[in-house]
T-cell receptor, first 118, second 115 residues
Framework: AQSVTQLGSHVSVSEGALVLLRCNYSSSVPPYLFWYVQYPNQGLQLLLKYTSAATLVKGINGFEAEFKKSETSFHLTKPSAHMSDAAEYFCAVSESNAGGTSYGKLTFGQGTILTVHP | DTGVSQDPRHKITKRGQNVTFRCDPISEHNRLYWYRQTLGQGPEFLTYFQNEAQLEKSRLLSDRFSAERPKGSFSTLEIQRTEQGDSAMYLC?????????????FGPGTRLTVL
């Protein structure tokens, strides 16, 4: 069964510093991977997704993530944090069959709350 | 192009009452998903539809929960005889399934509080 582990439930950075949010997945076949952001009392907004094309994926708001099969990781980074980045971030996996077709439903990690200090 | 909408945004009910939530997906999206999110946790999959067919239900979905998607458009999620443990955010997402994968777009959620 697929699973997602997000290391660090809270990450705190200074404005302008590098943001690194960690995500490791467990899947028996190459998965589809997603990062979502959630602001308080709101739904989830898609940041970026990996669908087996390029291993380095660029998303919205300056975020990017790199798929590393050997490490089963999909860490999210941003070179310079902004105050508006403060939110909760979720990594999610959609498992696929041997033919590469996604089953659809997402399995989410526990989330990482990002705090940005002035 | 409007996004996924959910109604109501907040619902407070007493234990034992029935509640129903509605989700309107993005127009022409053929898949619709329901998730539940409790405080401090990531969303957990409940069920999903492709058009009007309910294709999968999680074991989390007890007999008190039922979901429908008549005519493959909006969906409703009903909880009968609510319990305090049902208090959570209920999230709906929709997607356009094309070829091998789809990307889910989420609504703002319905926050349920059971007293």
């Amino acid at each position: 069964a697929q699973s997602v582990t997000q290391l660090g439930s809270h990450v705190s950075v200074s404005e302008g510093a590098l943001v690194l949010l960690r995500c490791n997945y467990s899947s028996s076949v190459p998965p589809y991977l997603f990062w979502y952001v959630q602001y308080p009392n709101q739904g989830l907004q898609l940041l970026l997704k990996y669908t087996s094309a390029a291993t380095l994926v660029k998303g919205i708001n300056g975020f990017e993530a790199e798929f590393k099969k050997s490490e089963t990781s999909f860490h999210l980074t941003k070179p310079s944090a902004h105050m508006s980045d403060a939110a909760e971030y979720f990594c999610a996996v959609s498992e696929s069959n041997a033919g590469g077709t996604s089953y659809g439903k997402l399995t989410f990690g526990q989330g990482t709350i990002l705090t940005v200090h002035p | 192009d409007t996004g996924v909408s959910q109604d109501p945004r907040h619902k407070i009910t007493k234990r034992g009452q029935n509640v129903t939530f509605r989700c309107d997906p993005i127009s022409e999206h053929n898949r619709l998903y329901w998730y539940r999110q409790t405080l401090g946790q990531g969303p957990e999959f409940l069920t999903y539809f492709q058009n009007e067919a309910q294709l999968e239900k999680s074991r989390l979905l007890s007999d008190r929960f039922s979901a429908e998607r008549p005519k493959g458009s909006f969906s409703t999620l009903e909880i009968q005889r609510t319990e305090q443990g049902d208090s959570a955010m209920y999230l709906c997402a929709s997607s356009l399934r094309r070829q091998s994968t789809d990307t889910q777009y989420f609504g703002p959620g319905t926050r349920l509080t059971v007293l």
